[in-house]
Each structure stands twice: as structure tokens, then as C-alpha cells.
């Protein structure tokens, strides 16, 4: 439970005791209808937090545990997904997820950092920071969509990239930026979607694509809210300021022409409704695929590089 929602937790606590004792004693009307108006009371106060988010609550709920992962949506999804392991130069990164699959029966290459679900996973996909050889597997990916004419599907949550010295000492920046080279250079549709946190260079390395789609809830910036508070303020106290001066939330970068489209999260966040948020980003890849499938590669590649120099213009 986010720290902002302590209110409903009272209320959800007071309806989970009144359901309690609703089953104890059969048809007892009074019961139902106390707990009827707590229902429509706890439905309405989740409606107005979440249509009045500040931008540091969107940054709570766009790193929340329970939000659907890139996993989820593989197995919501695709169909026949064959991960592809390794980038051919140093090791596997499991950080970072790529393989082939089919969407609505389209072959496509999917790509994605993995955040994992519990102690373990986490610790296993490094928290979704991917290192070097994550960014040159999906490197690795983007070369084959072009030979083989698959369109590209990326799903980005990611704190950042990885800022550990072994990342550094193997060329973490070189890889980030060869990464953003290759979705430049990539002849077939790209659609990426901000499912969770879009950190920074991390984020951009497979997001630079024709359309960029964004959750309600997620957030998508050049630097974290502590880290722009730790430089600016020489404090991450700040982070509350700094998440409003970034412009980091979905409705910020809409009026700002970065990103294309945003999808709606059913009311209390994706991680109260998980299911109804992979189906609706579902529905927003399809309608943005039907758009770009179909279109030369040179129209392809053209748009996608007037995208970005546009931006900021």
C-alpha cells in the first residue's frame, strides 16, 4: 500500500470487517447495506486520488512491485516466444529480454528490461538495470527484425542502466548509444511502450521508435527524481521538486509531442488490475502496428529520425 492511499486502506479494512461479519449472520440488511455504502465510498475515493496524482505519486506508482513486468506481458500477449540469449560478444544479461514471438499472429521481436517479482528475480535481472551485453543483444535483435522484416515491439521499465564499474570498464555508454544507432537504422516498425519506470539513456536505448506509448501511471525522464534532487539541492529531500520540474509524467511529455499516445490504467493503478492493463496496451500496439505495417522501409526509417529531431523544436 502506497503511503498516499493510507485512507482507503482504513476503509478497505472497515469493509473487509463488515464482509466478515456479513457472513456470520445471513440476511442481515443492515449489514448489507453499511457495507454497500462503504464500497461506493472506498470507489469514489480511489477515483478522486487517482485522477489527482502529483507527479511524485505517479513516480510511487510507476516503480510499484505488483505493476505488471515485461514477463507478464509476454505470457499475456505473444504467442511461440523464443527468447534469444547472449550478445555474442561477453555473456547473457538477463536484465534484459529479447526474442522472437508472435503478436496477433505477426512475427515480431520483442525486447524488454525484466524488473523481477520477488527477492530472487530481482537479485536475478539486477532489478532490470541492464548492463553493456544487454544493450548489444538488443542490438543483436534489431539486426535480425531488419534482415528477416519483423516488426519490433519494446517494453520499457527500467531504473537505468546499470551503473556498476564492470558496466563502465566494458563501454556502458558506447552500448547504449550503438542501441539507439540501431533502432535509428532499423528498417521495420518499432512500437515501445512505457509500462513502468523509462530512467534516463537505459530507457532510450530501445524506446527511440516510431511510436512511443505510455501507461497513465508511468513515468519516463533523463535522471531519477533523488538523483536531479541530489545534483540540484545536494539533498534527494527534494525529490518531491525535482519530480515536478522534470516533467516526467505521461500527461507532461503528451503536451510536450515526446511520446505518441497514452493508455488509460483502470482506476487505482495496473497494479490493481493487471490483467485489464496488458489487454489495453495490447489494444493500443495493434492499433499502432495497423498504422505502420505496410509502409516502406526508407518511409519507415525517414519518420522515425524526423520523430526525434523534431522534438524540442
Request: with cysteine; net charge negative; aromatic share 6%.
Amino acid at each position: 500500500m502506497l503511503n498516499f492511499e493510507k485512507p482507503l486502506l482504513e476503509l478497505e479494512s472497515k469493509i473487509t470487517e463488515l464482509q466478515r461479519m456479513s457472513n456470520d449472520n445471513d440476511n442481515d440488511s443492515n449489514i448489507d447495506d453499511a457495507l454497500k455504502n462503504l464500497r461506493d465510498k472506498a470507489d469514489r475515493m480511489l477515483e478522486k486520488t487517482y485522477t489527482s496524482l502529483t507527479a511524485q505519486q505517479k513516480v510511487m506508482v510507476a516503480r510499484h512491485p505488483a505493476r505488471p513486468h515485461f514477463s507478464n506481458y509476454i505470457k499475456g500477449l505473444i504467442t511461440d516466444f523464443t527468447p534469444l540469449a547472449g550478445d555474442r560478444f561477453f555473456s547473457e544479461d538477463p536484465a534484459l529480454i529479447a526474442g522472437i514471438g508472435r503478436f496477433k499472429d505477426q512475427p515480431c521481436v520483442i525486447i524488454g528490461q525484466e524488473k523481477g517479482h520477488d527477492t530472487a528475480s530481482r537479485i536475478h535481472h539486477n532489478f532490470g538495470m541492464p548492463r553493456p551485453e544487454g544493450y548489444r543483444k538488443a542490438q543483436r535483435l534489431m539486426d535480425i527484425a531488419s534482415r528477416f522484416n519483423l516488426p519490433v515491439i519494446t517494453l520499457v521499465d527500467t531504473a537505468g542502466a546499470y551503473p556498476g564499474i564492470g558496466a563502465e570498464e566494458r563501454g556502458q555508454s558506447e552500448a547504449i548509444a550503438k542501441s539507439i544507432e540501431s533502432c535509428l537504422r532499423c528498417t521495420t516498425p518499432i512500437i515501445s511502450v512505457i509500462i513502468g519506470e523509462g530512467g534516463s539513456g537505459g530507457a532510450v536505448a530501445i524506446a527511440t521508435a516510431n511510436r512511443v506509448l505510455m501507461l497513465e501511471h508511468s513515468i519516463y525522464s533523463v535522471i531519477s527524481p533523488e538523483g536531479c534532487a541530489s545534483i540540484l539541492w545536494r539533498s534527494s529531500d527534494y525529490a518531491k521538486e525535482a519530480a515536478e520540474a522534470l516533467k516526467l509524467t505521461a500527461q507532461d511529455l503528451k503536451e510536450l509531442n515526446i511520446i505518441d499516445e497514452i493508455i488509460p490504467e483502470p482506476i487505482g493503478g495496473a497494479h490493481r488490475f493487471p490483467q485489464k492493463t496488458i489487454e489495453s496496451v495490447g489494444i493500443a500496439i495493434e492499433k499502432s502496428l495497423e498504422q505502420l505495417v505496410g509502409q516502406d522501409s526508407e518511409t519507415i526509417r525517414t519518420n522515425r529520425e524526423n520523430r526525434f529531431i523534431n522534438i524540442g523544436s
